[in-house]
């Protein structure tokens, strides 16, 4: 029997978990929780039952790991410290400026339970602080970048549809390109919002209504749109499902440092994501780290982790010694 | 006191050591070790002394790790393993074939004293290694691809200095930009050693020399050359001297991977290094895995690490608590 998980929770990034772990054959899918009503939630992978949340901690026995797949706003602020009383836990909480707090919550309770609770997985946070802390440790004499897309902001796209007039709307974030080859030349540029990013949105209108208003709008909209250049395109809804359904997303982190005697030799460390899903990627990275929390429960280990805190060797399938004869 | 640091060897490796710790003010530099006549070394921090190897085991309790910076032909095979019973070390072991055995060694010496050995710690292996794992972990259904260059191969421009008539050379290995960019599209190219890589060399003849000849003899050179498309310059010392004397390098780390219930959505992930300096960004690697074998050590672990083995948190100066707050 492989390791035992349990997806909590069957939005888009429920079914990238489901689909990740068909292909990790050393782990099993368990069981899906859902706040719906159980019979209405149709899962992808025959002879495993969904679930309602409530009968979830009655599966402490059979389940290794659970995995949290709600939302960072309010599911996983109580849910991950919740759960993390009764299973090993990993969640995707993205909100950057309450990790601290989430942490500590979650260290709390796993600590009590003797459960380890992994929190943060996914792609930033994730493999790029990840990659932030591998390249400022290597190069502490040097600035960070990071820059995002071109991928679809689902904040972004919300804002928009809250417009009035507005039926649908897809937003992109888009790196610039200048800005980046600016950075990988080394020469270490100050760069404000709008010479980062572009936004480009695709708008639904209803019939009827105002474009020009509309497009002002989105323009002027604050911490949204108004520090960017933005685009705004019109198109039908038929367009926005043919051409913009998918969650693609990515981007970039850089960091530029010098060594030398005298620093007089730069070096360009870069990262990079091209990711066809958002929530597919994200759930394979969390997929990995899964099967890291099981391992280090096995070995007595307990607390909130992070990927700072977990060894490589942790996340793969295969040995430690087949790495090292194949990947080292 | 900070973390304190011996050199064993003074090459550019070892001055590349040196450079890197002046920019960690947690750690310094306690004594460099040479197997020439120690009067005869210039080393560029004041103060520090320079001692002959002989003198090295005498400083078990003045030095907390110990840098390991010889050849891996030879010195390392001996060296990593016999100072593993005196002090902690880190070395940059890089014949990949011969890492299983290096290992075993090290870790059987490491073991008995209770000493920590971190082997194979630089570019490649090190930082690119650590990106095909990570990146295989995530995407375990997909293609790995790691281009080098451009950069200054030492061996290739050592095979080029034996051919006769030949007074000096340099060769650069150069990724072919279509096959990266085949790559990048997510085609799971299977690309040939030729399709890969290029090889250009600037060479200095002496007076005289058949330069015809000398080019066809580095062009059909077995191993080195001959599967490979090869330009060969002849350019003057002086010219040889003004424009190559640098040792930039870097490369490229590629996964390529699907993920959805019918793979139906493609994933790249590309790690990328542009270095100034190939021996100064290996130190830099190579000193924030010291501090990590002397934290490791601390804890009272022992053995032989790799690059695999150790969490990312023991590689920084920052506290966990600030490395979550300002780099997840």
Redesign the interface.
Known sequence: MGIRIGIMGYGNLGR?I???L???KDMELVAVFTRRNPDTVTI?TEGVPVYHVDDAVKMQDKIDVMILCGGSATDLPEQTKMYAQYFNVVDSFDT?AR??EH?EAVDAAAKASGKVGVI?VGWD?G?F??????A??????GSDYTFWGKGVSQGHSDAIRRVEGVLDGKQYTIPVDSALEAV?SGKNPELTTRQKHTRECFVVAKEGADKARIEAEIKNMPNYFADYDTTVHFISMDELKANHSGIPHGGFVIRSGK???NE??????????????NP??T???IV?YA?AAYRLSKEGQSGCK????????Y????S??E???H??
């Open positions: 990238g489901e689909c990740a068909k292909q990790n992808l950057h990790i601290p942490f943060s946070p493999m602080s990840l990659n932030r802390l591998y400022n440790a290597i190069l502490p004499n990988r060594t030398g005697w007089e030799n730069t070096h360009i460390i870069e990262y990079s994501l091209k990711l066809d899903s597919e990627f759930s394979s990275v990995a099967r992070t990927v700072f805190d977990i060894a490589p060797v996340l793969s399938a295969q430690p010694e790495l090292r004869k990947l080292l």
